[in-house]
């Protein structure tokens, strides 16, 4: 069970579970990547599956089931595709929108329980514990107050298509963070099919545009490429994109204001050039 804790003046709040102390791949011990195709025993029992074959058996494309280190109570394990090493930037689109459509079932399963939160940390300096790409699905109960970040307004634009403008807002927390919000009305639960695929090419696109940054810069390649991204569950909804090219320092962590040296609208200019 969970265990929610506020500070003193309750307006901070942090979860606690000492049995993610114990994930697979931090406990020092040997192991078979429990994400590989084959090894769905190591699992727990898949609550979703896109692809072929039988529940808990290879031929997915993408698979669902419990966290066996929770953070919140209900809290799901997303695996991106069978393949250990690829991920978004080199599936094709049609795996991409595979794993849109999966976020959306979940979220659709989930939104009256409490607020869906979809996010996904790539590489170890993005606080994966496992290589293999996966996102996760996280339920925080509705009396539980979170600090989710509203949607900004849409300048220093990237790119446009028919559904997603791709944009570095003004209040950019990290160097080159990249936001994604849809130009009409939808709701990311109730997005038809042209919109996921206007989704998944553009944030492939996006994510091909930040390996780019982060491969010509000599002091960023210094480290692996790494990032966040999550959907917000507000309304209106947005994807954020959150490259960890530079770490959080003592100024950060005691203020809580956040210091970023890449103007937005310079990261804007860099990343349209980046093809």
């Not at 049609?94 to 607020?115: H, L, S």
């Not at 993005?126 to 996966?134: E, K, Q, R, T």
Request: charge should be neutral; proline fraction near 6%.
């Amino acid at each position: 069970m969970s265990n929610y804790i506020s500070d003193s003046s309750n307006l901070h709040w942090m979860v606690s579970n000492p049995a993610r102390t114990t994930r697979t791949g931090m406990d020092g011990k040997s192991f078979r990547c429990p994400f590989c195709a084959d090894n769905e025993s190591d699992t727990p029992p898949e609550t979703y599956r896109a692809g072929e074959g039988e529940p808990n058996k290879p031929g997915w494309q993408v698979r669902v089931f419990a966290n066996l280190f929770p953070i919140t109570d209900i809290h799901e394990v997303v695996v991106h595709s069978p393949d250990h090493e690829k991920n978004i930037e080199n599936f094709s689109l049609e795996q991409v929108e595979n794993i849109i459509k999966t976020y959306i079932n979940r979220f659709n399963f989930f939104k009256e329980k409490g607020k869906v939160f979809i996010f996904h940390n790539y590489s170890l300096i993005s606080g994966a514990s496992l290589v293999h790409p996966h996102s996760q699905i996280s339920v925080v109960p509705n009396d539980i107050p979170t600090n989710t970040i509203a949607v900004q307004p849409a300048i220093n634009i990237i790119e446009q298509n028919n559904d997603f403008v791709s944009y570095c807002p003004e209040y950019s927390e990290w160097s080159y963070e990249i936001w994604i919000k849809a130009l009409g009305q939808s709701k990311f639960e109730d997005l038809k099919d042209s919109e996921i695929k206007n989704l998944a090419n553009i944030l492939q696109l996006m994510i091909k545009k930040l390996k780019k940054i982060h491969s010509k810069n000599s002091h960023y390649s210094k480290k692996p490429f790494g990032y966040n991204f999550y959907i917000s569950p507000n309304d209106p909804w947005y994807l954020r994109i959150i490259p960890r090219f530079m770490e959080r320092a003592g100024f950060e962590l005691s203020t809580g204001i956040m210091v970023n040296s890449i103007e937005a609208k310079r990261a804007s200019e860099e990343l349209r050039k980046m093809v």
